[in-house]
């Protein structure tokens, strides 16, 4: 029988041809003295410069080593969440591929994972081997931004070096630039998040797959979190304040309407203008109070959605209980 694997590492790979044969040597150094079962599972992104076949020759001298191949470049996220759906550990490890992230620091985080009884240990490049400009000002401002935004106080989310239990890991559901919200789409779902110092390193082939362009779709990403992290809590909240919003704005309308229909009218002419005015009053507080009522039932009926959708959940679970037992 196959021995369990205590040690899933996630490898998103695209163009790492220099890189991946010292990478899995580094991997290898750091957790064949720990003595447990570990598995390395590389997401070949649609690499063009030779990394598969790389890949390939090194599985045929290491049998712990896993390959995933895309057709196409679906980006490190998709990767990722590649990655986590094939795992087989209790924990899962990710990394980056292009030996910036130190694999020496592996056991240290899956010890703190243990030690402390958190879900994810996200890793902290205090020290970052990167530009200024290009790289640091753009990540320091997200992150601050992030934390503001998440209520998580990470100070390096976009760190990939990070350690997940295997239920939490399983229970991502990620996609576009995503990857770098994990710890606050995990602290919202209740997961106990906590990151440590980790050692980074200047990249030592090739060139950086990211830039400056990605700010823009890091933006939307987070205002996506954010709003679905909160709302499939609480939807009739959210409805609830666009409802008193459009009803606040139609008293205003209304009344300030009124007050000026009520001190015009001086001549005949005037009373023509006033009663098409009045017209326009009368129809645009209609709409906006249909509005209103739309906006609430919207909310009741989000809210009689995710209450079924957790009950459907809870007798799932409850069956799956009940066979075990």
Known sequence: MTPSVEI????????????????QAEIEASLDPTGVEWEVIYVD???????????????????????????RNYGQTAAMAAGFDASRG????????DLQNDPADIPMMVGELKRGNFDLVAGWRKNRQDGFVLRRLPSIIANRLIG??????????????????????????????????LPVMSAGSGARV??????HRARQFGSSKYGIGRATRVLFDLFTVKLISQFSQRPLQYFGMLSLGALAVTVLFAFFSLVGVGSGATSASDLVVIDDWELVIVSTVMLMFTLVVYY??????????????????????????????
């Not at 590492?9 to 790492?16: A, G, K, L, Q, S």
């Not at 209790?90 to 591929?97: R, S």
């Open 90 to 97: 209790e924990i899962v490890i990710t990394m980056d591929g």
């Open 296 to 325: 609430g039932l919207l909310g009741l009926l989000a809210e009689l959605t995710v209450k079924a959708s957790g009950m459907h959940r809870r007798r799932v679970l409850d069956r799956i209980l009940n066979e075990l037992h």
């Open 8 to 23: 899933s590492i996630v490898v998103p790979i695209f163009n790492e041809v220099e890189s991946v044969g010292i990478l």
């Open 45 to 71: 992104d649609c690499s063009t410069d030779g990394s598969l076949k790389a890949m390939l020759e090194l599985r045929e001298k290491c049998s712990r080593i896993r390959i995933l191949k895309f057709r």
């Open 194 to 199: 906590c990151e440590v110092v980790v050692n």
């Open 148 to 181: 503001f935004v998440g209520g998580v106080t990470i100070h390096d989310t976009g760190c990939t070096l990070k350690a997940f239990r295997r239920e939490l890991a399983k229970s991502m559901n990620i996609y576009a630039e995503q990857h770098r919200f």
